[in-house]
C-alpha cells in the first residue's frame, strides 16, 4: 500500500471507527436506561450492570456498521473533492477505480467484521444477555427479596415469599403473574434456586397452579403439582415459559444450519431457522452496498462550481431505499420462499448497478423541472461559499 492509499484508508477508516463509536454510544445510552432498575431495585452493582448491559453492543454495531461506511466513504470522497485532491488524480491519469482501491479494502474489511458478529458474536451475545437476566433475576428472589414483602421482578409478575433458610430453601412461595391475558397464580409451600444446562429454575414443590382470564364468565382451573419448574429465562426480554426455551437467534450457526426435529420453534414455527440463517449469511453484503452507492456518487472528479451536497442528498433517499428493502425482505423470509433469493438479490443488484454507474455504462438524468432547481441550488450553494 503506497502512501496515497495508506492516505485515503486512514482518513476512511478513523471517520468509520468514529462515527461507529459514536452512533453506537448514543444508542446504548438509550438501551441501557432501560435495564437501570438493576441497580435501583434489583440490588446489583454498577459494575453488573455495564457488564449486561454491554452485551447488546455486537447488536448495536452489526445494524450501525454499514451506514457508518456509507458516511465514512462519503466524508473522505467529500474531502478529497473538496480539496481538489481527487481532480489532481484525474489530471495524473488515475482512474477512480484507483482512487477507491484502499476505500475498498476497508468495506471489505467492514463486511467481513459484519459477518463475523452476524455468525457467531451476536449469537452468542444475546444468548449470554439471556442468561446473565436470568442470573440477576434468581439473585433477587434468592438473596434480594425480603420474605413477607411483594416484589415485583417483572411488569406484571409479582413474588412473595414467606421465610427463606440459610440453604437458599423457601417456604411460603407465592408467584402472581398477570403478564399474558390469562393471569397465572403459583403457590407451593417450598421452593429453591436450581441451575441447569438448560437454565436457571425455580423448583416449586407440593402447590397449585390456578389459571384465569380476567373478565370471563369461568372461574379459571386449578392444577396441583408435586413438583414444578419455573423458568426464570421467562423474566428476560422475549421470554417465555416454555422451559429451556431458547430462540433462533440465539442458537449458533451449526445449530441453525441443520436444527433437530425436536426443537419447539422446528416444531411450531420452522420457519424462523430459515429466516435467521439466510439474515446472517447477507449480513456481509450489506455494506458493500453501501459503499457502492457512496462510490459511485462521489468518486469522480468535479469542479469547486459544482455542488458535491446535492449529490450527498441525492443518494441518501436511495441508501434509506436499501434499507428499507432489507427490513421487508428479511420479514418475509420466515414465510415466504421467494425472499430467500431477495435478501441476496437486492445487495448484490446494487452492487452491480452502481459499479455500472461508475464506470459510465449507465447514467441517471432528472426531469427537467427537477435539473432546473437543482441547478438554482446548486448556483446558489456556490454564490455563497464564495462570498
Partial sequence: ???????????????????????????????????????????????????????TLPTLIMVIAPAALFIATSYTLLKLNGDSEIVVMAAAGMSPWRVLRSLMLLAVLASVF????????VPASLRSFRDQVSRVRADVVSFVAQPGRFVNLAPGLVFHVRDRAKNGVMSGVFINDAREKEVSTYVADR????????????VLENGSIHRRVPGAASNGSVVEFQRYAFDLSALTPGGSQSGADIRPNERSFAYISNPPK???????????????????????????????????????????????????AAIVP???????????????????AWAVPAIYLIPLLTIIVSALVLQGWITFTLPAPVARVMHALSTRMTRLSAS
Wanted: proline share 3%; with cysteine.
Fill in 318 to 336: 436511495i441508501m434509506t431505499a436499501l434499507q428499507i428493502a432489507n427490513f421487508a425482505v428479511a420479514g418475509q423470509l420466515r414465510t415466504a
Fill in 191 to 202: 421452593g429453591q434456586i436450581v441451575e441447569a444446562d438448560n437454565g436457571i429454575f425455580l
Fill in 114 to 121: 459484519c459477518s463475523a458478529l452476524s455468525i457467531h458474536i
Fill in 1 to 55: 500500500m503506497g502512501r496515497l492509499d495508506r492516505y485515503i484508508f486512514s482518513t476512511s477508516a478513523v471517520a468509520f471507527v468514529g462515527v461507529t463509536l459514536v452512533l453506537t454510544g448514543m444508542i446504548w445510552a438509550t438501551q441501557a436506561l432501560r435495564q437501570l432498575d438493576l441497580v435501583t431495585s434489583q440490588g446489583q452493582t454498577i459494575l453488573a450492570f455495564l457488564a449486561i448491559t454491554s452485551l
Fill in 262 to 312: 425436536d426443537d419447539p420453534y422446528m416444531i411450531v414455527q420452522p420457519g424462523r431457522f430459515r429466516e435467521e440463517y439466510h439474515k446472517r449469511l447477507s449480513a456481509g453484503l450489506y455494506p458493500l452496498a453501501f459503499f457502492a452507492i457512496a462510490a459511485a456518487a462521489m468518486a469522480r472528479p468535479r469542479t469547486t462550481r459544482e455542488s458535491r451536497g446535492l449529490a450527498l
